[in-house]
Nanobody, 118 residues
Framework: QVHLVESGGGLVHPGESLKLSCRASGSISNIGALGWYRQIPGKDRDFVARVGPDGTPSYARFVRSRFTGSRDSATNTVFLKMNSLRPEDTAVYYC????????????WGQGTQVTVSS
């Protein structure tokens, strides 16, 4: 099993920033991509950002250069730096890990709440 624990969420005003962290532990030798999803109340869980095994990030279209994903493979930690936050960014943010070896497997953290409000 792989365990994922998120941290860094909280309450901020519009235009401010947050940095989320997620550390993976357990059977981590076959983890490929690490990334982030979010779920806005009343909506489906959406992809936000992903960092591949080689450190290459990719992003959802709604990010529009406001967020930056990065990864420290030595500590099995993925980060999400969130700038210029808006009220519509309010959501539970979930850490995600994916592996194709030995089988296709997805792992999820418990989530961290991000609230953007004036």
């Amino acid at each position: 099993q792989v365990h994922l624990v998120e941290s860094g969420g909280g309450l901020v005003h519009p235009g401010e920033s947050l940095k989320l962290s997620c550390r993976a532990s357990g059977s981590i030798s076959n983890i490929g991509a690490l990334g982030w999803y979010r779920q806005i109340p009343g909506k489906d869980r959406d992809f936000v950002a992903r960092v591949g095994p080689d450190g290459t990030p990719s992003y959802a279209r709604f990010v529009r250069s406001r967020f930056t994903g990065s990864r420290d493979s030595a500590t099995n930690t993925v980060f999400l730096k969130m700038n210029s936050l808006r009220p519509e960014d309010t959501a539970v943010y979930y850490c995600h890990a994916h592996s194709l070896v030995p089988t296709r497997t997805d792992y999820w953290g418990q989530g961290t709440q991000v609230t953007v409000s004036s």
